[in-house]
Each structure stands twice: as C-alpha cells, then as structure tokens.
C-alpha cells in the first residue's frame, strides 16, 4: 500500500484517471482525499470517522432551492472545510472564506462562490496574478484570481465540497510551480 501522502502516487492517481477520461476511482487507496486542514492525501488512511472530501481527477485547466444549496453549503462548512471557514455576505463579495495551509507551509486565503451554475473559487492571499513571471496557464490562475478548477466552461465545480477539494489540491500543485516545477496534476502538463 502507497504511504499517504505519496505525492508521486497521488499524482499516478490523477494521470491514471486522467487517461481513462474518468472523474476519479470511486474509492479505495487510489481515490484522492482532501481533509479539513486541506492536507490532500491518497486513500482514506484508516480513519474512517475523520470527514474527507473526495477530489475529483479531471483535469485542472485554464478555463435546489437558494435556501437549500445554502444549508447544505453550510453542512460542508461546519463539516468538511477548515476550522475558522465563513461566510462572507457583502454585497459583490459573497461567499466562503477558508484558508489552506499546504505540506509545504504555504498559506493561500480562497473565497468559493455560487454564480447560479456552479461554484467558482478565487484566491485572496497570496497575490500570485501579480507576480512578474505569473504565467496563467503554468499556475492556473486567471489575472482575476479566480482558480482554474476545471476544463469546463467557466472552471468551476458542481458542488462546494468539490470546489473546496479542488482548489486545496490547486494549492499544493501550485506550490510545486513556485518552486519551478510543472503543475503536478496534470498529465499531460
């Protein structure tokens, strides 16, 4: 069995399914895992009652009722995001503010959003869509800040648990970019 945090099989998983044009195995130790400290690993890792979110493993590109999505927005919170995770209801600037600290000790502030289709995730902290050699499509990062969490139509996720995955999975592979490698979860990157 695969240590994990085995980011090199964590990143076979992906390609693994990638190639396969699938969303992800449907679970076991290959299916990728997001906990609520945002430390993405592979597997459950034998602990059953610690609540994961399950990433999706398609690939990172560069591009109910209200009351209801609300309340189980609220349960993913409380639940599966980062202690300290609010929302944030000022008018033009609505959504879910969590901080991810990576394995690497890096600290990026998101805000995930509904836009009526899907959930999309912007990045608050650190400023990287200002840095000299920011490269949109290397980092997947629009000049906006908003994440590239997907290849569909407007990058987002169908779900905020999904896009609160995806976007600490974005962080640790954004991580492996400032340190100049390429984008570790895509395959053909």
């Known amino acids: 069995m695969a240590d994990m945090y085995d980011l090199n099989a964590i990143r076979e998983s992906f390609f693994a399914s990638q190639t396969k044009r699938a969303d992800g195995p449907q679970g076991g130790q290959e299916q990728v895992y997001v906990d609520r400290t945002g430390r993405v ?19 990172f590109a560069a591009r109910g009722g209200e009351g209801a999505r609300l309340a189980a927005d609220r349960r993913v919170a409380r639940t599966k995001m980062p202690p300290g995770t609010y929302y944030e209801d000022t ?34 902290e650190p400023e990287l869509e200002s840095l000299p050699d920011h490269d949109q499509h290397g980092f997947h ?40 490698h390429p984008f570790p979860f895509n395959r053909n990157q």
């Open 41 to 59: 690993r592979l597997g459950t890792g034998g602990e059953s009652d610690a609540p994961l979110s399950k990433v999706p493993h398609s690939t």
């Open 91 to 124: 008018p033009g600037a609505e959504g879910w503010v969590y901080e991810i600290t990576t394995e690497f000790r890096n600290t990026y502030v998101m805000c995930a959003h509904f836009d009526g289709t899907d959930y999309k995730v912007r990045l608050l």
């Open 141 to 180: 990062l629009w000049s906006s800040g908003k994440i590239c969490l997907s290849e569909r139509p407007g990058s987002g996720q169908p779900t905020l648990e999904e896009a609160y995955a995806r976007s600490a999975t974005w962080a640790l592979g954004v991580d492996f970019v400032r340190m100049g």
